[in-house]
Every structure is written in structure tokens, then in C-alpha cells.
Nanobody, 112 residues
Framework: VQLQASGGGLVQAGGSLRLSCAAS????????MEWYRQAPGKQRELVAS???????IYAESVKGRFTISRDNAKNTLYLQMNSLKPEDTAVYYC???????WGQGTLVTVSS
């Protein structure tokens, strides 16, 4: 499967962004999907995940601010990010758990 992430950019603290991840193939609707991020000098961390049944899990640091969702008709994964903080600055990656497939990453920069 190929994953294409988009939607990153520069935003002020308190602002919002929506990331998208377009997936190829016909199995997207059956796959669990995840968003990870990697800040400069830090390890990659799990931000949010969503199962094929749309059960979601969030990292404590983003609970209440980020929302992961999926549109199976469009083969697309989303991450709505609100109330952004400078510490959210990172490259964000989409990931399909089955098959361990990664998108190319999209940079989110939050200015204070």
C-alpha cells in the first residue's frame, strides 16, 4: 500500500490544521491506521490510532485537542488538530499497522 500525507504547514499557537493521508488499494477499510509524529531530536511517537471499526485511541498529550477519523469511501485518513501548541511541532506520519506501511511525512510547525 502507498500512503500520501498532506496538510502540514505553519500555524500560530492556538490555531488548527487538518492532516490527510490518502491510501492506495482496496483494503483500507479493513485496516487499522495511525498517526505518528517525530519532533527534532526526539523519537517517533504515536499520536492517535483508529481501527477498522473506528475505535480511537489518543496520546495523553493530544487528548481533547486532536481527532482522528477516516473516510473509507475516499480511502483517506484524517487528523484534525485544534488548539495547537509549539510542542506539537513535528513531522507527522501516517501508518498502516498491517504491513507496517508509512507515508512520507508532513511537517507541522507551530509558532508561539
Amino acid at each position: 500500500v502507498q500512503l500520501q500525507a498532506s496538510g502540514g504547514g505553519l500555524v500560530q499557537a492556538g490555531g488548527s490544521l487538518r492532516l490527510s493521508c490518502a491510501a492506495s488499494g482496496s483494503m483500507f477499510r479493513f485496516r487499522s491506521m495511525e498517526w505518528y509524529r517525530q519532533a527534532p531530536g526526539k523519537q517517533r511517537e504515536l499520536v492517535a490510532s483508529i481501527t477498522s471499526y473506528s475505535t480511537t485511541i489518543y496520546a495523553e498529550s493530544v487528548k481533547g485537542r486532536f481527532t482522528i477519523s477516516r473516510d473509507n469511501a475516499k480511502n483517506t485518513l484524517y487528523l484534525q488538530m485544534n488548539s495547537l501548541k509549539p510542542e506539537d511541532t513535528a513531522v507527522y506520519y501516517c501508518h498502516q499497522r498491517q504491513g507496517d506501511s508509512w507515508g512520507q511525512g508532513t511537517l507541522v510547525t507551530v509558532s508561539s
